[in-house]
């Protein structure tokens, strides 16, 4: 009995994560109170307290457990593929896709509370890095001409940060979704060996 009380108390959380992120990207944070989200999740707020002891920390873990979900599902993505721009293509496109996922109350209200921007920035700034890494593989495999990867990163990591601040949808009208596609082709062309 001991060895499935720690699964289920897991599957629990996780459960309750993914319950409370669908309410977070669908309907954004700052207008809900502890007693609304635990009314919505259908759960007590002791509950939540066991996710986190306050509001503000459980918007952080909620927003830390949207980059993860959608980490997994942007690698997921990119291992399927092999070819070096098709590889960049599918992390570019997919990070718009999960980002896609997010209402535009829940993208408002995670660049106005600092813990939420914060872990958004990180992973920005994370990547970033990746595609810097991609870039690298292509460049070592002869389909990518010799760029200086990190500038092209840092290239694509400011795009990205002004996709997050929504920038470039106040430019262009682009959502998040295609503004990354875009993003792909633009750097995938100018990088072709």
């Known amino acids: 009995m001991t060895e499935t009380t720690p699964t289920f108390a897991t599957r629990r959380r996780e459960e309750l994560f993914d319950n409370l992120l669908d309410l977070f990207l669908a309907e954004g944070f700052a207008h809900l109170t502890l ?3 635990a009314a919505r999740l259908r759960c007590s707020k002791t ?8 509001k503000e920390q459980l918007v952080r873990a909620g927003t830390v457990h949207f980059f993860r979900r959608a980490t997994d599902a942007v690698e997921a993505r990119v291992a399927a593929v092999a070819d070096p721009r098709e590889r960049i293509t599918a992390y570019l496109s997919a990070v718009g896709e999960e980002l896609g996922t997010a209402s535009a109350q829940f993208m408002s209200d995670m660049d106005a509370f600092a813990p939420a921007r914060e872990v958004y920035e990180q992973n920005t700034r994370l990547a970033a890095d990746r595609v810097q890494e991609l870039i690298a593989e292509g460049v070592r495999a002869g389909a990518f001409r010799d760029v200086h990867a990190a500038f092209a990163a840092d290239l694509v990591a400011t795009m990205m940060v002004r996709i997050q601040q929504r920038g470039v949808h106040t430019a262009t009208g682009l959502d998040d979704a295609a503004a990354y596609r875009e993003l792909a082709g633009i750097l995938t062309a100018g990088i072709m060996a």
Do not use: K, M, P, W
């Open 47 to 54: 509950t939540l307290y066991t996710l986190a002891r306050s």
């Open 35 to 37: 007693d609304e989200i």
